[in-house]
């Protein structure tokens, strides 16, 4: 590998679900494509005054709030980079491209639409997967099903993994065309959990499948135009599904949990280790509740993914 490129990337907002993406231009690395405003850390600076400088050198506003979104280490072959991303939620002035670059403000869903940097995909996938992502659990009818369902949509879950081993095909396809009639009302996606899932996308209008590690390993290829998901547990299971061109991850169990009593957790340190070296989102799960999402986000995670703290006992 070459020597690591540090670069400070901002994914600035507008406050109104849209991004401010600028054209490289035709004669830089990766020229002609769209990025996220920013550039190379010099030394001694610390990465938010990087950002802040590259900010205000090629788009004269000034960074008043930033928070961590991923980080992704890249090799292009000619050189590697490390892309240190981060919302910014607040800034003054107003942007205009100061070397003379194209901007466009875009809304976050149509982020997909437009051609980045390799380095940056994984980065697209972090901005537009929201930070909550409910696994389905027991439940004791289908109205039980629909009504832990609707109280976890309820609670601001955007992803919701449909896992329910334990009804045959049939079920499984009622419960999702249930699901996904939900998650439309609440503008939250589904993605399904089962061996067959792929096969289900035929007649269920969910927007993609999550693998199990056991089906991760099989390095199955992965249909294109939906999100896929993984359940990854260590190192090797997270570099697999960012090989495969998964969009996100769950990395677990982080803390212990009644769901799997005999796993040994990974504990936050590991956790923090994992999630920083992955080049895809990773969301953390095991024992989480909602008070775990600021500190996963703030080390750099996606969020945090469950089932008890959504779906009740
Ligand atoms: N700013 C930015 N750089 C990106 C993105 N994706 C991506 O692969 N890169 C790569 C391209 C470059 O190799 C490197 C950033 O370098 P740069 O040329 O923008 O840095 P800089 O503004 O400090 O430029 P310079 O002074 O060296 O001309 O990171 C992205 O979304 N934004």
């Keep these: 590998m070459h020597k690591l490129i540090h670069v400070a990337v901002g994914a600035i907002t507008d406050g109104s679900g849209n991004i401010l993406l600028a054209k490289r231009p035709g004669h830089a690395h990766q020229g002609g494509l769209w990025e996220f405003p920013g550039g190379k850390v010099e030394p001694n600076e610390t990465l938010l005054q990087a950002l802040d400088r590259e900010l ?8 008043v709030s930033a928070e961590p979104v991923i980080e992704i280490i890249h090799d292009y072959g000619d050189k590697t980079v490390w892309l240190d991303v981060h919302w910014v939620t607040a800034f003054t002035g107003t942007p205009r491209g100061k070397e003379g670059q194209p901007l466009r403000w875009v809304p976050v869903n149509e982020l997909p639409q437009y051609e980045f940097p390799a380095a940056n995909y994984p980065i697209v996938n972090a ?10 659990g027991a439940f004791n009818s289908v109205d039980d099903f629909t009504g832990r369902l609707e109280a976890a949509l309820q609670q601001g879950v955007k992803l919701v993994q449909l896992r329910a081993h334990e009804v045959n095909d049939t079920d499984y ?14 503008g939250a996606r589904l993605v399904l959990n089962r061996h067959n899932a792929a096969d289900f996308l035929n007649s269920i209008p969910a ?8 089906a991760l390993e099989k390095a199955p290829v992965l249909p ?7 359940s990854c547990h260590n190192q090797s299971q997270l570099q697999q599904a960012a090989k ?23 504990r936050w340190n590991n956790f923090v280790h994992l999630a920083k070296k992955a080049t895809l989102p990773v969301y953390a799960l ?23 703290c959504w779906w009740g006992n």
Excluded: W
């Excluded at 396809?173 to 609440?186: I, W």
């Excluded at 993609?208 to 056991?214: F, K, V």
């Design 173 to 186: 396809e009622q419960l999702a065309g249930l699901a996904s009639e939900r998650c439309n009302l609440y």
């Design 224 to 230: 294109a135009d939906i999100i896929v998901g993984a």
């Design 244 to 266: 495969l061109g998964a969009h996100y991850a769950t990395l677990s169990p982080v803390l212990p949990t009644k769901s799997h009593p005999d796993a040994t957790p990974l």
């Design 56 to 63: 205000f050198e090629e788009l004269d506003i000034r960074v």
């Design 127 to 136: 901005l537009t997967l929201p930070d909550k992502l409910l696994i389905t």
């Design 207 to 214: 927007q993609g499948i999550h693998l199990s590690s056991a």
């Design 286 to 308: 095991g024992g989480m509740n909602e008070e775990h999402l600021p500190p996963v986000k703030q080390k750099g995670g996606q969020g945090i993914a469950g089932i008890s």
